[in-house]
């Protein structure tokens, strides 16, 4: 095991609410930055999020040595100014070891990336260090695509949520969280289901889209009003006050979570993961990171993988 070690800190601290060490009700949000002009545009969005949970972002750089904080900040291309309202750290070992050791000991709750940094991967949906932080972080990922900067640093908030399920019970893992981010943010949820002729949910108790669904009238209605019965459930007894509606499509599951999130000019995809990023086990995962008009929010509920 890599040991990443945490370096002298730097940056205004007095400027922003901080965490107490051992203080959970401060959410604190990690942005892993290596110098690049791409890495730099997940930063809008975590102040985004943290502005709307009243949380403290932790921006990190990994080194191979400790430097001066002065030196810290030109190497993560930050001027002084822009550290506002940040914590700023250097972290000493292996990137994904480091970001991973470090979000678990600082209990982070969320980290934020976007999915390429310095070096453009041909060919790959993300850069292997996030691929490998995604796989192992002990909290959610914001994943936000560098293409799409115009469009984040113009975001005023999160007002439309788009949540794709697929009809199997751990999915519903991801509705408590996405409701708690729309509730707060007074944002809309799309709940999304994709009939597809592809691979279906195998796991116990799934609920999959009707046999027949070139012909809605006989099968659609009764499947909608289970699929929101059985679903619901996991809503407890919070109430709901965020205006949801259930959305049917048929096609590829990626294509048509891209394409109804340009449509409904979606702020926020949340994906369910489930702990692989093999090509047979995150099709879709990997389809929608590739196109997201929007920044993604990856919630894990597989096993965890590669942990060292």
């Not at 934020?112 to 070096?119: A, D, F, L, N, S």
């Not at 799409?148 to 893992?173: E, W, Y």
């Not at 289970?226 to 965020?242: N, Q």
Request: proline letters at 10%; a positive charge; charged letters at 25%.
């Amino acid at each position: 095991m890599t040991d990443a070690k945490r370096q002298s800190t730097t940056g205004p601290r007095s400027h922003g609410a901080l965490r107490a060490p051992g203080d959970p009700s401060i959410p604190l949000i990690l942005v892993p930055l290596d110098g690049s002009r791409e890495a730099k545009d997940a930063l809008p969005v975590a102040r985004l999020v943290a502005g709307i949970v009243h949380g403290t972002i932790h921006v990190v750089h990994v080194l191979e040595a400790p430097v001066a904080p002065d030196a810290l900040l030109r190497l993560i291309d930050l001027r002084p100014e822009e550290t506002r309202g940040l914590v700023v750290d250097q972290i000493v070992g292996r990137p994904a070891d480091a970001i991973v050791h470090f979000a678990r000991d600082a209990h982070a709750d969320l980290i934020v990336m976007t999915t390429r940094g310095r070096t453009a991967y041909h060919g790959r949906t993300v850069r292997p260090v996030v691929e490998e932080v995604i796989r192992r972080a002990p909290c959610p990922v914001l994943l936000v695509r560098p293409e799409i900067d115009q469009k984040v640093a113009s975001m005023t908030g999160i007002h439309r949520i788009l949540l794709p399920l697929d009809g199997a019970p751990s999915s519903a893992a991801v509705i408590s969280p996405a409701l708690d981010l729309a509730e707060r943010s007074g944002a809309e949820v799309d709940v999304l289901y994709v009939a597809t002729r592809g691979p279906r949910p195998t796991e116990p108790g799934s609920l999959t889209a009707p046999l027949y669904v070139d012909q809605p009238q006989y099968e659609w209605p009764t499947w909608a009003q289970e699929f929101v019965r059985r679903f619901g459930t996991c809503l407890g007894a919070r109430p709901l006050t965020t205006p949801m509606r259930l959305l049917l499509r048929r096609g590829d599951p990626a294509s048509e979570i891209v394409a109804l999130a340009i449509e409904r000019q979606s702020d926020l995809i949340v994906l369910e993961w489930r702990g692989r990023m093999d090509p047979a086990r995150a099709r879709v995962v990997k389809g929608v990171l590739t196109r997201a008009p929007c920044p993604v929010l990856l919630i894990q509920t597989g096993p965890r993988t590669g942990e060292r």
